[in-house]
């Protein structure tokens, strides 16, 4: 998958947002319905496509007395399309506005990364894979464009608990094989995201939703487990820009 245009898809989501909230003002028959009841809960599943960061940056030092040369690798090389969980609940607190909070899990399994040279040697990297449980809270927007169909934008801010990274470094041509290193310690990340999405609404409480949005995720805690290489800094710029796409069923009660 190519890597997107951050600020392409920024302006896109802004532009979005600033449409589906201006819809609100339509909110009639299904606004009242919805405040009759107030409480909500939502399960989705989706991707997390990753369209910034870095797991790990360029830099040049040495191991095992043997020059190495780092080069850039972004999430989108390691770690690809991933998966994305959410499962919260909400109430509305008029017509149109409903708070929120939501648990959110997402997985990425890690590939056999290129990482750079050592001596005269290609220096290869098998990360270990990337997994967060958070909390996000926030606020919805509603606006009806039919009596059954509403679209929405949310913004939202929480906590992503990120789980310890490590890799292992590999060099056939340099005799360096399965060298372990702490790359990253468990952390607790600050998040912010928003999302724009539409609700389909069916004659009983059940209703689906399809949404996509933008979620940026802090840096990890690094770990100077190559302390004196030179490489100390490949870890320094950890903070992550992702575009989720979910789908998934809304109870009211």
Same mark, same amino acid.
């Given at each position: 998958?190519?890597?997107?245009?951050?600020?392409?898809?920024?302006?896109?989501?802004?532009?979005?947002?600033?449409?589906?909230?201006?819809?609100?003002?339509?909110?009639?028959?299904?606004?009242?319905?919805?405040?009759?009841?107030?409480?909500?809960?939502?399960?989705?599943?989706?991707?997390?496509?990753?369209? /910034?960061?870095?797991?790990?940056?360029? +830099?040049? =030092?040495? &191991?095992?007395?043997?020059? %190495?040369?780092? !080069?850039?690798? *972004?999430?989108?090389?390691?770690?690809?399309?991933?998966?994305?969980?959410?499962?919260?609940?909400?109430?509305?607190?008029?017509?149109?506005?409903?708070?929120?909070?939501?648990?959110?899990?997402?997985?990425?399994?890690?590939?056999?990364?290129?990482?750079?040279?050592?001596?005269?040697?290609?220096?290869?990297?098998?990360?270990?894979?990337?997994?967060?449980?958070?909390?996000?809270?926030?606020?919805?927007?509603?606006?009806?464009? /039919?009596?059954?169909?509403?679209?929405? +934008?949310? =913004?939202? &801010?929480?906590?992503?608990? %990120?789980?310890? !990274?490590?890799? *292992?470094?590999?060099?056939?041509?340099?005799?360096?094989?399965?060298?372990?290193?702490?790359?990253?310690?468990?952390?607790?990340?600050?998040?912010?995201?928003?999302?724009?999405?539409?609700?389909?609404?069916?004659?009983?409480?059940?209703?689906?939703?399809?949404?996509?949005?933008?979620?940026?995720?802090?840096?990890?805690?690094?770990?100077?487990?190559?302390?004196?290489?030179?490489?100390?800094?490949?870890?320094?710029?950890?903070?992550?820009?992702?575009?989720?796409?979910?789908?998934?069923?809304?109870?009211?009660?």
């Amino acid at each position: 998958m190519k890597q997107m245009n951050g600020r392409h898809v920024v302006t896109g989501m802004m532009v979005a947002a600033a449409m589906l909230l201006g819809a609100g003002s339509t909110a009639q028959a299904q606004s009242a319905a919805a405040t009759d009841s107030p409480w909500s809960v939502e399960f989705g599943i989706g991707w997390d496509n990753s369209i /910034s960061g870095n797991i790990n940056s360029g +830099g040049i =030092g040495s &191991i095992n007395n043997q020059a %190495v040369v780092i !080069t850039k690798n *972004t999430y989108e090389d390691v770690y690809g399309t991933g998966l994305h969980l959410r499962f919260g609940g909400g109430y509305m607190v008029s017509e149109v506005l409903e708070v929120r909070a939501t648990f959110t899990f997402q997985s990425l399994d890690a590939d056999l990364t290129s990482m750079g040279d050592i001596g005269v040697s290609r220096l290869y990297g098998q990360y270990t894979d990337y997994q967060t449980f958070g909390l996000d809270v926030g606020v919805r927007r509603y606006g009806d464009v /039919s009596p059954k169909v509403r679209t929405y +934008g949310e =913004g939202t &801010i929480g906590l992503g608990f %990120v789980d310890k !990274t490590d890799v *292992t470094l590999v060099a056939p041509g340099a005799n360096l094989s399965g060298k372990a290193n702490d790359f990253y310690d468990q952390t607790a990340a600050f998040t912010l995201g928003g999302n724009v999405g539409i609700l389909v609404q069916s004659d009983n409480p059940i209703g689906f939703f399809g949404q996509m949005g933008l979620r940026w995720v802090s840096g990890m805690a690094e770990i100077d487990d190559l302390a004196g290489t030179g490489l100390e800094t490949i870890n320094d710029k950890s903070a992550r820009w992702t575009f989720p796409f979910i789908a998934g069923v809304r109870l009211r009660f």
